[in-house]
């Protein structure tokens, strides 16, 4: 007895239209995201920017929106990547309604509407706060390096920059000498009002073109009957003497007020830096948010160039605040962000640091081993309270709240 399988009939056609909706589980987020945008968000700032009926109707602006959301949710921020998932993948399908738009549709739209769609990103903390996600009683910081579109080998010091440069500007002032002087020459051969490839008189006239021709023909042939009666050998010419080396200039100082001799730019993206990361170097930039410990909601971001943290904390504790009208309670950070002004400044908000002055090892009561603390007041103060309170300090809620949300967004 044969089995029996379910139906495999790729050409049969449906005989009722499906809804996007079915596309994906009802609890998918997919639904989530798109009716959000759809019912909550407030697309003005966007929607305001189309105007007139002029040419065929753009895509939704609430559409692109949602889309973007969904893509950078789900890790896929290439607009190419995003246009190809409008094709292939059903949840992708259930935000566009079907709506297929090319990639650069996608990745201009981006960019005509970046501030307003950084704007999006306070909205969507206010959501978060008024379903009961942000709680703003601990909020823990930190930051992460992001590489950059770009290779870290694409860089240049600027004391490499300066050695280059007179260089660079030698070989092509060589270059237009030598065409000056090429077009000297082939001035004075053609004259100067001929390009020098200009067809000769001769060729006008049949009769004459047809005596060259049997000329030249009769040359060949000679030679031909020369060589085959005093064979011997024509060697090539061997290669000339080679150019040399271009001298490699004197080592040139820096003047006062230039930058460091270190310093570095990238000729792929000209505003990354190259950052330490993971035992190597690369070109990025340092990436630092804050996160709420409720329910790991990122409350404040911002990118720098600088790899070092302690300057992203106080910016950092008060754009949370400016997002959601009120401050929290507590802030944690390691110790990247541990500073004499860092201590003072959130308690001077009326938040409480709780930022290790240094590295916690496994079995170890002493945030200060492994650095040399200077004895300084708070920072000193700092690590006793870590100390003294051990397993049940409040630092260690850091790792567990911040550290895990850069697992998906990297």
């Keep these: 007895m044969s089995k029996t399988f379910r139906p495999w009939d790729v050409d049969q056609t449906w005989l009722l239209p499906r809804s996007v909706h079915e596309f994906v589980p009802p609890v998918h987020l997919a639904h989530f995201v798109r009716d959000t945008v759809r019912e909550a968000l407030d697309l003005s700032a966007i929607v305001g920017v189309y105007k007139g009926e002029q040419g065929q109707p753009p895509y939704h602006p609430g559409m692109l929106v949602a889309l973007l959301l969904y893509g950078y949710s789900r890790g896929v921020y290439s607009s190419r990547q995003l246009a190809r998932a409008c094709e292939e993948r059903t949840d992708v399908m259930a935000v566009t309604g079907l709506n297929r738009p090319d990639f650069r549709t996608i990745s201009d739209f981006r960019r005509r509407h970046l501030g307003a769609l950084s704007d999006l990103f306070v909205q969507v903390l206010r959501l978060c706060q ?148 993971g035992g190597g170097f690369i070109a990025g930039y340092n990436g630092q948010i804050a996160v709420d410990a409720a329910h790991q909601i990122i409350v404040a971001q911002r990118l720098a160039t600088n790899p070092a943290d302690y300057a992203a904390l106080l910016p950092l504790v008060d754009q949370a605040r400016a997002n959601l009208g009120r401050k929290h309670r507590e802030v944690s950070g390691d110790s990247g962000f541990a500073t004499e002004a860092n201590l003072a400044g959130p308690a001077d908000r009326g938040v409480r640091p709780y930022l290790s002055p240094g590295r916690i090892r496994h079995g170890e009561t002493d945030p200060t081993a492994g650095r040399v603390l200077k004895r300084k007041q708070l920072m000193q103060a700092m690590a006793d309270t870590i100390r003294k309170a051990g397993r049940r300090s409040r630092y260690r809620l850091r790792k567990q709240v911040v550290e895990p949300v850069f697992g998906p967004i990297k």
Excluded: C
């Design 130 to 277: 008024a379903a009961g996600l942000v709680k703003l009683g601990h909020v823990a910081v930190d930051g992460t390096k992001l590489r950059a579109n770009a290779s870290r080998h694409k860089a240049m010091s600027y004391r490499h920059m300066m050695s280059q440069e007179p260089k660079l500007a030698a070989e092509v002032q060589s270059w237009l000498d030598q065409a000056d002087a090429a077009d000297a020459a082939e001035d004075a051969q053609h004259g100067a009002g001929r390009r020098g490839d200009e067809m000769p008189d001769w060729m006008a006239d049949k009769q004459r073109r047809l005596a060259r021709i049997r000329a030249a023909k009769a040359q060949l042939d000679a030679e031909a009957k020369e060589a085959k009666a005093e064979p011997g050998s024509n060697e090539p010419e061997g290669p000339g003497p080679s150019s040399g080396m271009q001298e490699r200039g004197a080592r040139k100082t820096t003047p006062t007020g230039q930058p460091p001799d270190r310093a570095q730019r990238n000729f792929t993206d000209g505003d990354s830096r190259i950052m330490p990361s």
